[in-house]
């Protein structure tokens, strides 16, 4: 599966953005935006999410997770989502947990695929 920073440098390139254009689509410094692509820092879940709506692909994909670009596998209407059942949920909590989610599966690719380029 690519990395976070092949995904970001792969579809900007897809769009004909610079770095530059992104970085102040987000807010941020050319450089680090730079940094993002060369795997140097990684982005909020609040950028991520703004990066996955400007490209229109799932964060999934974005974070490399899944090759299908619109692949949403922490959906609030997943049924394998691991809050599905949990009714009592207000939907700004699913939101933070969904958020969580998306962070760990982030790192737990991150470290596959460390451990597979060894």
Do not use: C, H, W
């Amino acid at each position: 599966m690519a990395e976070l920073k092949d995904r970001l440098r792969e579809l900007r390139k897809e769009n004909n953005f610079t770095q530059q254009e992104v970085a102040k689509f987000l807010d941020i410094t050319e450089s680090a935006y730079g940094f993002y692509e060369q795997g140097r820092n990684e982005p909020s879940v609040q950028r991520l999410k703004l990066l996955a709506k400007k490209y229109n692909v799932s964060m999934s994909y974005l974070t490399g997770e899944t090759n299908d670009k619109n692949s949403n596998t922490s959906s609030n209407t997943n049924t394998n989502s691991a809050f599905y059942n949990y009714k009592d949920l207000d939907n700004e909590e699913v939101e933070f947990l969904n958020e969580q989610l998306e962070v760990f599966r982030r790192i737990r690719q991150n470290k596959i695929n460390r451990e597979n380029k060894k």
